[in-house]
T-cell receptor, first 109, second 116 residues
């Protein structure tokens, strides 16, 4: 069965420190992976997707098929990065999305 | 471009009462989703429409929840009768048709339901 696991409910780091939000998945096939973000008082929105191989707001994520992980990383956290982050999985045709339980990132000044 | 619109933003009802939520997706988005997000959890898919047809409603508690998408545009989600465990944020999302879909879901602001 498909599952997305985000082991950390809360992650607190100081401004300028590196940050890594963990995401592990289980899926029988080759899924597409995404990170969605929800800033305070804003709607849930796409941050980045694996298929685009992009870096958004300094964040990157590498798909490790061997470890079935898709961790989100940023070398130097900023206070404006404080938000809820959700890892999501979809089959190749994007016909269904599964979300993790989310990690709250708190970047302290 | 207007985003996904939802109403009401907040609703407080007593158990066994009924409630309805409305969603207007982004123009041209054929796929519409209703998610339930309980506090401390990630969004859980309740029902997915492709135009006005149901693609997946396997997680919808059909004894109390119903949803429709008339004319393939707006959608309503109804709960009747509500239970305490239905307290959650109900998120509507839409996406492009499959051929143009890059995997991005566009979410509304959500409707927060409190059942007392």
């Amino acid at each position: 069965a498909q599952r997305v696991t985000q082991p950390e409910k809360l992650l607190s780091v100081f401004k300028g420190a590196p940050v890594e939000l963990k995401c592990n998945y289980s899926y029988s096939g080759s899924p597409e992976l995404f990170w969605y973000v929800q800033y305070s008082r804003q709607r849930l929105q796409l941050l980045l997707r694996h298929i685009s191989r992009e870096s958004i707001k300094g964040f990157t994520a590498d798909l490790n098929k061997g470890e079935t992980s898709f961790h989100l990383k940023k070398p130097f956290a900023q206070e404006e990065d404080s938000a809820m982050y959700y890892c999501a999985l979809a089959p190749y045709n994007f016909n269904k999305f599964y979300f993790g339980s989310g990690t709250k990132l708190n970047v302290k000044p | 471009e207007a985003g996904v619109a939802q109403s009401p933003r907040y609703k407080i009802i007593e158990k066994r009462q009924s409630v309805a939520f409305w969603c207007n997706p982004i123009s041209g988005h054929a796929t519409l989703y209703w998610y339930q997000q309980i506090l401390g959890q990630g969004p859980k898919l309740l029902i997915q429409f492709q135009n006005n047809g149901v693609v997946d409603d396997s997680q919808l508690p059909k004894d109390r929840f119903s949803a429709e998408r008339l004319k393939g545009v707006d959608s309503t989600l109804k709960i009747q009768p509500a239970k305490l465990e239905d307290s959650a944020v109900y998120l509507c999302a839409s996406s492009l048709p499959r051929t143009g879909n890059t995997g991005e879901l566009f979410f509304g602001e959500g409707s927060r339901l409190t059942v007392l």
